[in-house]
Nanobody, 124 residues
């Protein structure tokens, strides 16, 4: 089991940028594939981006492709999500998640550990 702590989100104007981070502790970070998910009010939690243990395999939801970038620093036990060209539809609570596997998954139930979530609000 690992503990995940996300950085504070915030309020951003449409077209702006924001970087989220997620610090992982408790076990070997480099043993976990990682993912970012988000949940808007009244909607199900959805996959945003995922990254493999090595960082060589990365995937994005179609809605964020070309605007968001996921990365990890195994030496710092930290996962990042760089968000650019933000839209009001990106408004949600963002969660980082850990999966004890080499590869990430787009399915929420395949992740064993979750952060507490951080609010990102994009104003028009």
């Amino acid at each position: 089991q690992v503990q995940l702590v996300e950085s504070e989100g915030g309020l951003v104007q449409a077209g702006g940028s924001l970087r989220l981070s997620c610090v992982v502790s408790g076990r070997t970070f480099s043993s976990y594939a990682m993912g970012w998910f988000r949940q808007a009010p009244g909607k199900e939690r959805e996959f945003v981006a995922g990254i493999s243990v090595s960082g060589r395999s990365i995937g994005y939801a179609e809605s964020v492709k070309g605007r968001f970038a996921i990365s990890r620093d195994n030496a710092k036990n930290t996962l990042y999500l760089q968000m650019s060209s933000l839209k009001p539809d990106d408004t949600a609570v963002y969660y980082c998640a850990a999966r004890r596997n080499i590869y990430y998954s787009t399915r929420t139930y395949e992740y064993s550990d979750w952060g507490q979530g951080t609010q990102v609000t994009v104003s028009s």
